[in-house]
């Protein structure tokens, strides 16, 4: 009988399935809000009409700024970077993200005593990453085509 209500409490401590993705969906929640951050402080993009050839087909000229120019070209990589360095840091030194610590997951070694070591934080993110990349590389390469 009280192996029975023993092997019940280990199948309850690993039925996590939903708190896990639910948790995954709040960390993309607040992977998006950083990013939405980030956006705003980004200057606005300025014009300013050619006076010396308004008859060219394009007469406004861009003013270009270096913060901009650099989100514009080079926000898919830093959106994947930021996914990845939240997966795995917060992996590596807490063994919690923000959406596991609100759900009550904690990730832990094989022996469940040891916090994750760097690589294991990295491998148990593959997926995250495979994503940050997929999505890099799906919008840098196909959307221009669209």
Do not use: C, H
């Not at 995954?24 to 200057?43: G, S």
């Not at 060219?56 to 990589?77: G, R």
């Not at 590596?92 to 005593?113: H, Y």
Request: hydrophobic content about 50%; glycine content about 2%.
């Amino acid at each position: 009988m009280a192996d029975n209500k023993e092997n019940t409490l280990q199948q309850i401590k690993y039925d996590t399935i939903y708190r896990r993705l639910f948790a995954k969906i709040l960390d993309y929640i607040l992977i998006a809000i950083i990013i939405k951050i980030i956006t705003l402080f980004l200057p606005e993009t300025t014009y300013n009409f050619n006076f010396e050839n308004p008859d060219i087909i394009d007469p406004l000229i861009k003013n270009s700024n270096p913060f901009l120019d650099i989100w514009t070209d080079y926000s898919d990589l830093i959106v994947s970077f930021i996914i990845f360095s939240y997966f795995v840091i917060f992996n590596f030194f807490s063994g919690q993200t923000v959406g596991k610590m609100i759900v009550n997951v904690k990730i832990r070694d094989i022996d469940e005593i040891k916090k994750l070591n760097f690589l294991q934080a990295v491998l148990r993110n593959l997926s995250d990453i495979f994503f940050a990349l997929i999505t890099f590389f799906i919008e840098v390469e196909y959307l221009p085509i669209i």
